[in-house]
């Protein structure tokens, strides 16, 4: 009976860290970037309207307020774990053997986990480290994926910073 439950606890499933944090990274937007907003949706649209581009109208006017919604309602807390067989985000479990590397990075002012998957898709995990200290679970990620202290920014990425730093929607 001991050999068994020796057995047993080999396969047994570790949390090694366990916390919750929002979905997302979240800061309040002000009047300003809503405005700001709507006057590039105006601009576009004059454009297209000029092309009688109507159908792209209505997609540009849907993905404004498809900004506004995501810049408005703040995310519910998910929970996160980290166990010795992967990761799990809610109802979502990643084994180590789906997983790539991991880094750190800063999204709206919130530390946020990085792990990249060897798929397509998801591509990225980004997790919210809410209270949870970056070094920590750099700590016990190390273990099992590899720590990448500097990324390249992909091409999209510089264009986004690019963007909000030459034509910022709110100061």
Do not use: C
């Not at 200290?133 to 690019?162: A, C, Q």
């Amino acid at each position: 009976m001991e050999e068994h439950s020796k057995h047993h606890t080999y396969h047994d499933v570790k949390t090694l860290i366990s916390w919750s944090a929002p979905g997302r990274p979240y800061r309040k937007k002000g009047k300003e970037f809503y405005l700001t907003g709507l006057m590039i949706v105006f601009l576009i649209n004059i454009i297209l309207f000029v092309f009688s581009e109507y159908m792209l109208m209505v997609v540009v006017i849907t993905l404004y307020f498809f900004a506004i919604a995501l810049a408005s309602v703040p995310p519910k807390n998910f929970h996160y774990r980290i166990s010795n067989q992967g990761i799990k985000v809610e109802d979502h479990f990643y084994i180590w053997d789906e997983l790539y590397d991991f880094f750190f990075k800063r999204i709206d002012g919130s530390e946020v986990l990085v792990v990249r998957a060897k798929d397509i898709i998801p591509g990225e995990l980004k997790i919210s480290l809410g209270d949870v200290p970056s070094d920590h679970v750099r700590r016990v990620l190390i273990n099992y994926l590899p720590f990448r202290e500097v990324v390249r920014p992909t091409f999209m990425e510089k264009g986004g910073e690019w963007l909000a730093r030459n034509f910022p929607l709110e100061r």
